[in-house]
Nanobody
């Protein structure tokens, strides 16, 4: 399993941008699909974006398409989420997760970070 640590969250005004980073430690980083989830207060954890093993395949939740971009750097054991045009409804704790394949089911992921808070407010 990987150990994952997120960073980059914070407070941003609507329309602003943030980039989240997730640093992985452990073996075989490039064998894992990596996904960003988020969880807002009182809501279930939802998949935001996933990147496949080589970074060539990505997918996004409809709510973030065109605004968020996921990427990975296998040489640095890093995954990123560039978030643009942020909206108040993007406010949540964002989690990085690693698993064998991209999925919206949290049970498909074996490694999780501790989460980073993103708050979008004026």
């Amino acid at each position: 399993q990987l150990q994952l640590v997120e960073s980059g969250g914070g407070l941003v005004e609507p329309g602003g941008s943030l980039t989240l980073s997730c640093k992985a430690s452990g073996s075989n980083f490039n064998y894992y699909a990596l996904e960003w989830f988020r969880q807002a207060p009182g809501k279930e954890r939802e998949g935001v974006s996933c990147v496949g093993l080589s970074g060539g395949s990505t997918n996004y939740a409809e709510s973030v398409k065109g605004r968020f971009t996921i990427s990975r750097d296998n040489a640095k054991n890093m995954v990123y989420l560039q978030m643009n045009s942020l909206k108040p409804e993007d406010t949540a704790v964002y989690y990085c997760a690693a698993g064998g394949f991209c999925s919206d089911d949290v049970y498909d992921f074996t490694s999780w970070g501790q989460g980073t808070q993103v708050t979008v407010a004026s």
